[in-house]
Nanobody
């Protein structure tokens, strides 16, 4: 069974850091494009960062530039989202997604349906930034 599981969310004060993990089971992430998406309360899901199968990253959200980075550890079959200098507006449920079609990251949207949505999604992990 193909599965993505996010972890690492929690409550953090403004200015703090968190590292989210996205672990895959049932398949290997090596040849997949991986995206991180988030959904704030009362808002639509938006893209955060994406990493290609070759390791190049694409930033979907201007608001996280210089603060968030994405990386992959193929040996651990895991993708990470390092989040620094967190702000209250970063609060939301963070999802990772994977797609085997290997299109450029710019092809994908935050939809869960083809053609522009990634095929596999985790259930999300909650990040709350609050003092």
């Amino acid at each position: 069974q193909l599965q993505l599981v996010e972890s690492g969310g929690g409550l953090v004060q403004p200015g703090g850091s968190l590292r989210l993990s996205c672990a895959a089971s049932g398949f290997t992430l090596d040849d997949y494009v991986i995206g991180w998406f988030r959904q704030a309360p009362g808002k639509e899901r938006e893209g955060v960062l994406c990493i290609s199968s070759g390791g190049g990253s694409t930033n979907y959200a201007d608001s996280v530039k210089g603060r968030f980075t994405i990386s992959r550890d193929n040996a651990k079959n895991t993708v990470y989202l390092q989040m620094n200098s967190l702000k209250p507006e970063d609060t939301g449920v963070y999802y990772c997604a994977a797609d085997a079609r290997d299109f450029p990251c710019t092809y994908y949207s935050s939809s869960t349906d083809r053609p522009y949505g990634m095929d596999y999604w985790g259930k999300g992990t909650l990040v709350t930034v609050s003092s």
